[in-house]
């Protein structure tokens, strides 16, 4: 066991909107961990990962990726060892297949962004392990939603990285589609060591299929533990019970009351 | 297993077939006008071995400058394109179609308007420093307009974008006539009568001020193509992947400029040739990675303006045929067939 990540004390949200989203979080976690991220929504899951990628600076404390500060690294360091998916759905005007895929590379390219033989055959392996070749020479706006979803780890699989952050990448797939994204991630952190962070809304398989959970309980609160852990001591009903549903224990699953 | 040496083939084949065809179409236009010559004879004068003097000023004094304009502002107007549309995030944008072009027409006409209300020193001073000021004030008008638009293009949808664009483009014209049609009647007739587009009208001692900004913007716009490809994907992709996402903008926004002040001072509204140069570019090179889009837009702009100026150079009986005309029997149809067809517009309709 490494330790890959290191939140110290942190809070995140937006400066001068009063009420941090998140509050003095501290966790560890350690290399080819598959941790999923779940909470109901506003309970602030993107603004930590967007935190954890140093796309927005925390309030208070801090990230560390192997012992060093993620907001105080050099933005093209970042770009080395941090990938990010994202769900924001944007058309991207003539890009193929290949050029998203490649850009996962862009970290790691001279100043012209030339592409070396290495770097092709990162990009062509990554494509494989997302189980994306067959869409290689298409137009990537013409891909559906699942297959673009693939593109797009294959480009961050191909950035190498040593943490992978996905936000609710899996919302727009069906049940076959989920569980297939979620296992070839969960063999991208057992094989190559990549820590993945994933945000779900899907509950019942992200506790079946994580390694370790991240639960936000809506308060400005986040547990971390196993599944089994968090579920016998009942904070995933906490965090998400309402008067119409209640998480039952034994069944792992929701039921209405 | 590795399929990357036909990608750098396939780039390397096109450029070199469009250079070609471009040396061919600079041959042919520098023998042929109202004077026939022979190419071995355009040649020779070129290389300064012919002994006709006549034939020697027609094609170093009289084409040479002529086609060298219509090389570089092609140029400069395709690499442009590719820029605005990364920039904007848009297939349909170029300096023309955004209205970047009419508003360099109308900062150099309020330049014009200025200086002839200001009284004859201040008009004068304006005359012998033609070069520099009208690009000045091109740059000036260019920078606004592609600034107001790019805040525009954050509210509205890309087609949108390009309509406004045009409206802005009609509104800047029609000012620009107004303020000139009483610039002239203040003695100011000085940079009156260029509402239409023309490569023939640098006069040679200009070139530098062409040539000059040009050279600075493909130079940045080199310098920006490897972080400009990750923006397509979006904002926070670029920035996930080390981009400084406003220092980009701002770099790339400055290229443009630097890429179009010049054309549309000294040229006037060249239509159509930055909006479908970079397209024809992306099917040349089956990728829409930016360094390998650049010199083929560039190449296929310079191609297509020098294409149009050819055709208005024919030895026609009467002169009423204009750059833009041409241009736009080429580029419009084929905008129509992009904005109907073309993948790169997929999603946006």
């Given at each position: 066991m490494a330790l890959m990540l290191r939140l110290d004390d942190l809070s995140v949200g937006y400066p001068?909107?009063?009420?941090?989203?998140?509050?003095g979080v501290s966790l560890e976690s350690q290399r080819g961990d598959f941790i999923c991220i779940v909470g109901r929504n506003g309970a602030g899951k993107s603004t930590l990962m967007r935190t954890i990628a140093g796309l927005q600076v925390p309030l208070a404390g801090s990230v560390a990726l192997e012992g060093e500060d993620i907001a105080a690294m050099h933005p093209a360091v970042r770009a080395r060892r941090i990938a990010v998916v994202l769900t924001e759905r944007r058309f991207s005007p003539g890009l193929k297949v290949e050029d998203v895929v490649s850009l996962g590379r862009q970290p790691f390219t001279n100043w012209r962004g030339r592409l070396t033989d290495d770097d092709w055959r990162i990009a062509d392996d990554a494509l494989k392990q997302a189980g994306a070749?067959?869409?290689?020479?298409?137009?990537?706006?013409?891909?559906s939603d699942g297959e673009r979803q693939r593109v797009l780890i294959a480009r961050a699989i191909a950035q190498t990285p040593s943490v992978m952050i996905l936000d609710e990448?899996?919302?727009?797939?069906?049940l076959p589609g989920r569980v297939e994204i979620m296992s070839l991630l969960r063999r991208q952190a057992r094989e190559e060591g990549t820590c993945v962070l994933l945000s779900s809304h899907d509950l019942d398989l992200s506790l079946e299929l994580a390694d370790r959970i991240w639960l936000?309980?809506?308060?400005?609160g986040l547990a971390e533990g196993r599944a089994e852990a968090l579920i016998a001591a009942g904070r995933i009903g906490r965090a998400f019970d309402t008067d119409e549903v209640v998480f039952s224990n034994d069944r792992k699953r929701f039921e209405l009351r | 297993m590795n399929d990357h040496a036909p990608r750098v083939t396939r780039l390397l084949a096109s450029s070199f077939a469009l250079a070609l065809a471009l040396l061919a179409l600079a041959l042919y236009a520098l023998a042929f006008g109202q004077i026939s010559l022979s190419v071995p004879d355009a040649v020779a004068a070129l290389l300064g071995t012919h002994t006709d003097a006549m034939t020697t000023q027609i094609v170093v004094e009289i084409r040479l400058p002529r086609v060298g304009t219509a090389i570089l502002a092609g140029g400069a107007l395709g690499i442009a394109g590719v820029l605005m549309q990364a920039l904007f995030r848009n297939?349909?944008?170029d300096a023309w179609s955004l209205g970047l072009l009419a508003g360099g027409q109308f900062g150099v006409a309020l330049t014009v308007a200025a200086a002839a209300f200001a009284g004859p020193a201040a008009l004068s001073f304006l005359t012998v420093f033609a070069g520099p000021s009208i690009t000045v004030a091109a740059a000036a008008g260019v920078s606004l307009t592609a600034v107001f638009m790019l805040g525009l293009g954050r509210r509205i949808g890309a087609i949108t974008l390009l309509v406004v664009g045009l409206m802005l483009g009609f509104t800047a014209q029609g000012l620009t006539s107004v303020l000139l049609h009483f610039a002239a009647r203040a003695?100011?007739?000085?940079?009156?009568?260029?509402?239409d587009a023309s490569f023939?009208?640098?006069a040679p001692e200009n070139l530098p001020w062409l040539a000059a900004p040009i050279g600075v913007g493909v130079v940045l716009a080199i310098a920006t193509a490897k972080p400009l490809t990750s923006l397509l994907l979006g904002e926070a992709y670029a920035r996930s992947l080390g981009v400084r996402v406003p220092a980009l903008r701002r770099l790339a926004l400055t290229a443009t400029v630097m890429l179009v002040a010049p054309v549309v001072a000294f040229?006037?509204?060249?239509?159509?040739v930055g909006l479908i140069a970079p397209h024809f570019a992306r099917a040349l090179a089956g990728s829409a990675r930016i360094p390998a889009l650049l010199p083929l837009a560039a190449l296929g702009g310079a191609l297509l303006a020098l294409a149009g100026d050819a055709i208005v150079h024919?030895?026609?009986?009467?002169?009423?045929?204009?750059l833009n005309a041409i241009l736009a029997i080429l580029g419009a149809p084929t905008v129509i067939l992009i904005l109907v067809f073309s993948p790169a517009v997929r999603g946006w309709r």
């Open positions: 001068g909107a009063g009420q941090p989203v998140l509050a070749s067959a869409f290689s020479g298409r137009y990537f706006d013409d891909l990448i899996t919302a727009f797939l069906d936000l309980d809506g308060s400005g | 297939p349909v944008a003695g100011g007739r000085v940079y009156g009568g260029w509402s023939a009208g640098v040229c006037g509204p060249v239509s159509f024919q030895p026609w009986e009467q002169h009423f045929l204009h």
